[in-house]
Structures are given as C-alpha cells and as structure tokens.
Nanobody
Framework: QVQPVESGGGLVQTGGSLRLSCVVT??????????VSWYRQASGKERELVAR???????NYPDSVRGRFTISRDNAKNTVYLQMNSLKPEDSAVYYC??????????????WGQGTQVTVSA
C-alpha cells in the first residue's frame, strides 16, 4: 500500500520559514506520478489545496500562498517538498501531500498520511 509520510512541521513565528517533506512509501515510483500536491486542513475547516506540481515542472498555487510557498520533488528519493516562507498565522494547519485530487479523482489518490502540524504564532 502506498503511504505518504509527512514531516518538517513545527511552531514558528510570523514571518518565519519551514520546509516540509513528504516521503512516499510503498510500491510506487514517484517519477511515474505526473501531478502531486500539498494540501492543508485547519481546525474546523475543509482540506484545501496549497500547491500542485506537474511533472513538467509547472506549479500552481492559490492566491493565499503564491509567492511564499514553493513545491518541488526529488523522484530519486520518492519525496515531495514544500518550502514555506513569510509564514502567517492563517497558514496554521495540518499539511498533507498526495496525488492531485482534481486530476486523479478522489477514488484514485493514495491513503492520506498523518500529516504534519504547522503552527504560526502571531
């Protein structure tokens, strides 16, 4: 079974930076996955997309994080990264990675991992 394992979260002050990692474990070669994404879910809110990376290297970001977050991947390490700069309290959430839900559909994504908690203090 394919399982993403997220790490790198923590407590940071407003304006700080974090780099999240997502190691995709199991029988999968990340190079064969054309679109991977990072999502976040704040307490009491629905899960939302924060970054999408296409194998071509093109990335999409919502307005809320564009210019501050950068998604990247290392296929040799089966790992997806999310560099987060200029963090704001509203970025506080649990962060997850997965195959892109919009592209693959909810029935074809991996099981959700435990996520990694990011807390940004004011």
């Amino acid at each position: 079974q394919v399982q993403p394992v997220e790490s790198g979260g923590g407590l940071v002050q407003t304006g700080g930076s974090l780099r999240l990692s997502c190691v995709v474990t199991g029988s999968v070669n990340l190079s064969g996955i054309s679109r991977v994404s990072w999502y976040r879910q704040a307490s009491g809110k629905e899960r939302e997309l924060v970054a999408r990376l296409i194998n071509s290297g093109h990335a999409n970001y919502p307005d809320s994080v564009r210019g501050r977050f950068t998604i990247s991947r290392d296929n040799a390490k089966n790992t997806v990264y999310l560099q987060m700069n200029s963090l704001k309290p509203e970025d506080s959430a649990v962060y997850y990675c997965n195959r892109d839900v919009a592209f693959y559909g909810a029935s074809l994504i991996w099981s959700w991992g435990q996520g990694t908690q990011v807390t940004v203090s004011a």
